[in-house]
């Protein structure tokens, strides 16, 4: 799904569509109040690139990782899709991602709901070099903390889910000024970890009942977990992907 902010003047009735039937089953194209979205269903997965011309706007589609250093996967619980929905946070995450060549696959972009699975699905289909998530959660004590999730049995020497949860995990410290209590093996209920065959790692985030019910504390967050996330990417970045090419 391409969503074209504020392009619906741009874009006259009964416009005419042309596609590769080789690479894709359907394409759609329509106005959503000031935007225009184009919906393509591909055969198999692409990246690809906008080029705008007098009359037509044109979508090329390119082999995974043609146009990027590295690709990240953001995933929020289903039920908390909407953390970082206004647009100042997702623009802005997006627009740190691509000055820094990083692919950037945020799971609530997803149109139909999604679990764990599909996310680490996903991920490893097209081996992503970072699934990063965020778990925002209360609980009844009197002090917030944060919880570290890696999967310490996915193991290659020079970078796997231990560097990035430790990465991760400073990150999200700096950013919060929420305590660490450690890390946990992902299990189970943490599928997103503990099946990934690429570095995955989750920040887990217990919030004081006072904490959680504060709006204005809840916006000061999330504007902190964009400030982590991007940290995470870019000290993956420099530190680990960018260092061994």
């Not at 039937?21 to 359907?26: E, N």
């Not at 998530?133 to 917030?144: C, H, T």
Request: include cysteine; glycine fraction near 4%.
């Amino acid at each position: 799904v391409i969503t074209l902010s504020d392009y619906s003047e741009n874009v006259p009735n009964g416009v005419e569509l042309v596609s590769d039937s080789t690479i894709m089953d359907a394409v759609g194209v329509y106005r959503q109040n000031d935007d225009v979205v184009v919906e393509v269903y591909c055969r198999d997965l692409y990246d690809y690139e906008l080029v705008t011309e007098t009359s037509a706007l044109t979508v090329r589609f390119k082999d995974m990782g043609d146009s990027y250093a590295a690709s990240a996967v953001v995933w929020f619980p289903y039920d908390d899709k909407n953390r970082l929905a206004l647009p100042e946070w997702r623009q802005r995450i997006g627009q740190y991602a691509a000055d820094n060549r990083i692919k950037l696959y945020m799971a609530p972009d997803m149109q139909e709901e999604y679990s764990q699975e599909d996310v680490i699905a996903f991920a490893n289909r097209i081996r992503a070099d970072m699934v990063l998530g965020v778990q925002v959660e209360g609980n009844s004590g009197q002090q917030s903390y944060m919880t570290g999730i890696c999967n310490s049995t996915y193991f290659i020497p020079d970078y796997n889910s231990t560097h990035l949860s430790v990465v991760m995990a400073e990150a999200f410290l700096e950013a919060t000024q929420i305590g660490m209590r450690g890390f946990e093996e992902g299990d189970s209920t943490h599928v997103l970890v503990s099946e990934a065959t690429v570095p995955s790692a989750v920040i887990s985030i217990s919030l004081t009942q006072k904490d959680m019910e504060s709006v204005e504390n809840e916006y000061r967050l999330n504007e902190k977990i964009v400030t982590a996330l991007e940290k995470t990417m870019g000290d993956i970045m420099h530190n680990y992907i960018l260092k061994s090419e």
